[in-house]
C-alpha cells in the first residue's frame, strides 16, 4: 500500500515495499511454472494461492514502516518528541488547548463557525494556543488522511506558526474540507493545492518537498500518541488549565461565538 498518489519524491519506506513486491511476485511466478511443470493437482495451487494471499495482507502498510522513520522535529515546537505545539505572545498568561483530527466534520464546522475569534483573541494576546493533533478518524473510517494532512501541517508548522495557523483554516475550510468519508486528505497535490492559499506557502519548496517526501510522518505519528494519551476521547476538544471548555448544559465544546466566549469568560477568570 502506497501513502502517497504523487509520482515524485518516494519516501525509503515505499521503496523497500516495492522491492519487496517485486521479490514475492517473482517468486510467485516460479511457484506457478513449477506447479505447472509438475502436475502439481489444483488443490495444492488453490492452498498456494491463499498462502500468498495471506502473506500479502500481512505486510506492513507504509505506515506502519514509517513508525521506524527518523523522527524529524518540526520548528517551533518543543518536548521530547517535538509534539509539544504551543504559539502565541509571551504576555499570554493561559493557554487554550485545541484537539482536532483533520478528517473531523465537526472540527471543520468549529473552525468555520469560531476559528476567526479564536484567532483575534490569540493576535490580541488574550491566550496562546496549543494543537493536539488526532488520527483516530483514520483507524474509524478506514485511510490515511488524518495522519497525512498531520504531517503536512507539521511542514507548514516547521515554516512559522502564523503558517501553520494559516493552513489550518484553510483545510478546515468549507472549500477545502471534505466529507469525513472522502480520503482526499490522503493525495500530496490536494494538500499542497491548499497550501497555495497560503501565501507563505505558496510555491515553496521546501515546504512541497516535505510533504512530498513525508519528513514529518514520523512526527504526525508521535502526535498522535500525544493526543492517545491525553484521555481526550473526541474532537473538538478545547481545554484552559485542565477543564474543558463547554457548550452550556452539554460536555462538547462550544459550537457558536456566543457559548464560546461565555466558556472562554469564565477559563479565564478561574
Known sequence: MSKRNSAAAKTAARERLRIERERQAKRAKIKRQVIVACSVVGVLAVAGGIGYAVVQNNKPTYWDEAKDNPLVKPANTTGENGTTVVMGKSTAKKTLVMYEDPRCPVCAQFEQTVGATVQSDYDAGKYKVQFVGATFLDNSLSGEGSKNALSALGAALDVSPEAFLEYKTALYSAKWHPEESDDKFK?????????????????????????????????????????????????????????????????????????????????LKA
Request: hydrophobic fraction near 40%; charge should be negative; avoid cysteine.
Open 187 to 267: 493525495d500530496d497535490s490536494y494538500l499542497i493545492k491548499v497550501a497555495d492559499t497560503v501565501s507563505a506557502l505558496k510555491g515553496n519548496a521546501k515546504f512541497e518537498k516535505a510533504v512530498k517526501d513525508g519528513t514529518f510522518d514520523k512526527w504526525a505519528l508521535e502526535m498522535s500518541k500525544t493526543f492517545d494519551d491525553s484521555g481526550v476521547t473526541g474532537t473538538p476538544t478545547l481545554k484552559m488549565d485542565g477543564k474543558a471548555l463547554t457548550a452550556p448544559g452539554s460536555e462538547n465544546a462550544p459550537m457558536t461565538v456566543a457559548d464560546f466566549n461565555t466558556a472562554l469568560e469564565a477559563a
